[in-house]
């Protein structure tokens, strides 16, 4: 992995358990894979007790954008998932000295916690920066990424937006290639800055002066296979 992707170095006391118990789901992608039943489903009625709208940032890292659209937004819900725990207590710190109510952040691998997903319950996804590889061209990899991607389509209600950046134009490519080709999203528009979005990472390759790729789908239409 390329250096600077990952904020090993982090000094981040954990949550006190009540926190933990506020904010933080901890769950183990094989128990959901063998017994997903026994897992709520990520919704805003099964994760927050309400129908409020509901938003989800996969790989949220130190959940800045999460914390972000929590606050900016008291009357929606969104949860924060990445498997690696100092960034989450970042978020988690952050959400509880800001009283926030509406946010929960799950550290789990996103691949697995699919089948909690529920069809046209969220209203917006975000899959922001995350690690490059370089598997552009390998046939498992982009059946993978196909999987993640038709998952989140099926989880979007209808006019629920996806929302996609990368500061690698391979990555953006291969991702765009798969989306247009496979996905029925439209209204499609590429203006991130016209978003207002930010986060860590988007924050620490602009200082550098690295191009950003962004991009923003809008779904209508069927699931794939629907
Ligand atoms: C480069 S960081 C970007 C974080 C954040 N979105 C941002 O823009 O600041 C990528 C994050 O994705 C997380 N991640 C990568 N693969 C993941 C997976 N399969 N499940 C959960 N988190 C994952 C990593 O732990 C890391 O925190």
């Known amino acids: 992995m390329a250096r600077g992707r990952h904020p090993t170095r982090l000094h981040i006391a954990p949550p006190t358990q009540e926190v933990a118990e506020k904010y933080l789901r901890s769950w183990y992608g094989g128990d959901i894979i063998r017994e997903p039943h026994k897992f709520p489903g990520l919704t805003s009625q099964e994760l927050f007790g309400n129908n409020n709208p509901l938003e989800i940032d996969f790989g949220c890292g130190m959940g800045v954008l999460t914390c972000d659209r929590a606050r900016q937004n008291s009357g929606s819900n969104i949860i924060g998932i990445d498997f690696s725990q100092k960034p989450i207590f970042c978020g988690i710190h952050e959400a509880h000295k800001s009283g926030l109510d509406n946010i929960k952040f799950v550290r789990c691998n996103f691949n697995a916690i699919m089948p909690l997903l ?109």
């Open 118 to 226: 529920k069809p046209s319950s969220i209203t917006k996804a975000y899959y922001l920066f995350p690690n490059p590889s370089r598997d552009y061209f390998n046939k498992r990899a982009n059946e993978g990424r196909m999987r993640f991607l038709a998952a989140i389509y099926n989880a979007l209600a209808d006019q629920g937006q996806f929302i996609f950046a990368t500061d690698s134009s391979e990555l953006f490519k291969c991702m765009e290639t798969i989306i247009k080709s496979e996905l029925q999203y439209s209204n499609v528009s590429v203006d991130l800055d016209a978003s207002g979005i930010c986060t860590w990472y988007r924050n620490i390759w602009e200082s550098r002066g690295k191009d950003i790729f962004g991009i923003t789908f809008s779904k209508t239409g069927n699931a794939p296979g629907a």
